[in-house]
C-alpha cells in the first residue's frame, strides 16, 4: 500500500510540473529519438564508391546510410520575446546533444549485401532558438503561449569510435579486412518543427551533418588518415517538456 502511495504522489508531482499543450514556456526539452541519413557524401564514400567500382561489375549498386539513437537536452530559461503585433515570438537557449551512430554500406550484386562501416559517439552543443510562429494569451495574466513551433539550431562537438574500410568486398574476400580507432568533430546544422500534444512535445529535425574523421590506422591508401563525411539527416523525437512561465519581454518598436 505504501508502494503504491509514492507512485501515485509521483505521478500528481510530474503531471504538474509537465503542463500539456506548451512550446513556448518550456525551459528544458529532454527529447529521445532516432535519425536517419537521406543523402551521404565525402572522402569515406568517395573512397568506398572507387574501390566498389574497381572490383565489381558494372551492373552493381553502392548505396550508405547512417542511424543514430539520439539524447538532446534543450535550456531555454530566458524570455520569451513577443514579436510583431503580439502574434508570434522566440527564445533563445543552448541544446546539447548525445548519439550512439552507425554507418553502413549496402552493395547489390547478384544480391544484397550490406556491412557496417563505422560505430561511434557524438557529444555536442550549440545554439538553438525556438521560434512560435502563432501565439496566444493563456489563463495566466501577462503570460502567452503556443501548442507549437520551429527550431533552428547549429551543434558542433566530438566523436570517436571504431571504423573497418571496405567490409562488404573483405566479406567477399576481395580486399584485406583492415580497421581502425578514430576520433574527430562534427557539425551539424538545420531547422526543426515541434508540436505540444499532451504532456509530452513531438518533433522532427531535419539537418545537414559535417563529420571530421581522424585514423588511428592508415586504412583508405587514397585519404591517409583524415577523411570526411557529409550527410543530410532526419531526425524523430519525443521530448517531455519541463515548463516555467515566464513574463515575456515585448519590445516597445
Known amino acids: 500500500m505504501k508502494k503504491q502511495y509514492i507512485i501515485l504522489c509521483l505521478f500528481v508531482f510530474i503531471s504538474q510540473s509537465l503542463q500539456a499543450r506548451e512550446f513556448l514556456n518550456t525551459v528544458l526539452h529532454l527529447n529521445f529519438g532516432g535519425m536517419y541519413s537521406f543523402a551521404s557524401g565525402g572522402d569515406i564514400i568517395k573512397a568506398e564508391d572507387q574501390a566498389a567500382d574497381s572490383l565489381i561489375p558494372d551492373n552493381q549498386s553502392t548505396s550508405y546510410y547512417e542511424t543514430a539513437l539520439c539524447i538532446t ?89 571504431d571504423m573497418t574500410a571496405y567490409p562488404v568486398l573483405s566479406d567477399k574476400g576481395l580486399m584485406a579486412n583492415s580497421s581502425s580507432k578514430v576520433t574527430g568533430y562534427k557539425c551539424d546544422i538545420g531547422v526543426g518543427a515541434e508540436l505540444a500534444l499532451c504532456s509530452l512535445n513531438i518533433g522532427i529535425n531535419i539537418y545537414y551533418s559535417y563529420t571530421n574523421i581522424k585514423m588511428k590506422e592508415e586504412i583508405y ?19 517531455i517538456p519541463i515548463e516555467s512561465f515566464i513574463e515575456p519581454f515585448i519590445p516597445n518598436f
Open 221 to 239: 591508401a587514397n585519404i591517409g588518415r583524415n577523411g570526411n563525411l557529409k550527410e543530410g539527416c532526419f531526425e524523430v523525437y519525443i521530448g
Open 73 to 161: 537536452l534543450d535550456i531555454a530559461p530566458t524570455k520569451p520575446i513577443i514579436l510583431g503585433l503580439e502574434d508570434h515570438a522566440i527564445k533563445f537557449g543552448l541544446r546539447g546533444s548525445y548519439k550512439i551512430h552507425s554507418l553502413h554500406q549496402s552493395i547489390s550484386m547478384n544480391d544484397e549485401n550490406t556491412g557496417k562501416i563505422m560505430d561511434y559517439h557524438s557529444l555536442m552543443i550549440g545554439p538553438v532558438i525556438h521560434y512560435a510562429p502563432f501565439i496566444e494569451p493563456s489563463n495566466l495574466s501577462k503570460d502567452y503561449t503556443a501548442g507549437g513551433g520551429f527550431t533552428f539550431f547549429a551543434l558542433w562537438g566530438k566523436i570517436n569510435g
